[in-house]
Each structure stands twice: as C-alpha cells, then as structure tokens.
C-alpha cells in the first residue's frame, strides 16, 4: 500500500521533467524506487500517521465539560484502536475512591448555551486484596453520586460496584458555568473503588 501511493507521489514529482531516455534539463538520472527516494516517502507516510494518531489518542475526553477544581479525575482520552482487539475504550473521567472516602470535582462548562443536557454513565469498580489468599477479589462498593449547581442536585443516584452502570440525565440551569460532582462511598468495605464517568459531557 505505502508503496503504491510513494510510487504514486513519485511519478507526480517526476511528471512533465523528465525527457525521453531518461534525462532531465540535459542531465543524465537513474530512478529507483527502492532506493533513498522511496525510504524518503515512506518515513514521510509515517510521519504523517503519527500526527494523526496523536491528535486522535490527545483529543479531549469530553464534549462541553472541563475539570475546573477540587479532585483531580485521571482523563481518559480517545484511542487508536483496532477491531480484532476488542472493542475501543471509551473516554471520560475517573477517581480513586478510598473506604469511606468523597470526592468533590468542580467543571466548567465550555459552552452554557449550545450544550444543555448531561450525558454519560457512572461506573464503580471495586477490588479488594485477601491478604491470606494473596488474591483479589470483587467489592461490592457502593457511592452515593449528585452533580450541583449553585448547592442544588440536578441529577443524582446511587451505583453499587458489580450492577451495571447508572445513566447521567439531567439539565443544568442556562446561565450556569460551573457544576461540581460530590461521589460518597456509603459502604464501610475495606477496599478502594474506581468512579468512572464514561463518556462525559453534555450534548
């Protein structure tokens, strides 16, 4: 493939210079497609590629939400990824939720009148080391979760660690910029959990 589409650039290059038998202005030119020219196009196509590929894996996680104050979410962004590699994880926001531990996370909304409706899923992952049997195990932790504006929950609910996810709905006030997302641990099992706002923002 790269190297039809270089052949492909090289016989563009080399279109209306070149005189029968293979001279140039008078100057005589060997031409091969395996040599120097070709290593050329080929790390140019590479180069390409990469720029591509960092656009795409550094693009912003989310669409109309920025991580403003407080506890910091880990993002997770876009990937390349491939069919026959299962399917491509999807971007958004998580924290580490300690045992008995809160998070309270303030975002900026980029834009308070195009997007207006709260999107995405929460998930809680859960693990818990046995000491004893050196092995890990499911915790079924649970978090209490609101996102507020001006101290009022224009969306609220409850996930358990193992239940699936809990859709995000909800619609902040217009002229609101700033929202904050408080995620409480209710259970007092001893063991850490992972939020997970999956795929995050407003539409």
Known sequence: MSGDLCGA???????????????????SHSYD????????????????SAVLGYFIVSSDPTDGLDYAS???????????CYSDSGPCPPPGFKW???ASGVIRTRFEREDIHDRTKLRGW?????????????????CPAVVDWSLLVDGKAIAQGTVTAGSG???????????????RLTARRTDSLPCRGTFQWISAGLD
Request: charged share 25%.
């Open 9 to 27: 650039l090289w016989n563009h290059e080399a279109k209306g210079s070149m005189t029968e038998g293979g001279h140039v202005a008078g100057h």
């Open 33 to 48: 497609y395996g040599g120097s020219s070709g290593s050329g196009c080929l790390v140019f196509l590479l180069a390409i």
């Open 70 to 80: 407080g506890d910091a979410p880990v993002e997770m962004k876009r990937a390349l």
């Open 96 to 98: 580490t939720v300690p």
């Open 122 to 138: 929460f998930r809680l992952d859960a693990r818990l080391f046995i000491e004893e049997q050196q092995e890990v195990r499911d």
């Open 165 to 179: 996810d809990h859709e995000v709905t909800g619609t902040p006030p217009r002229d609101a910029r700033f929202m």
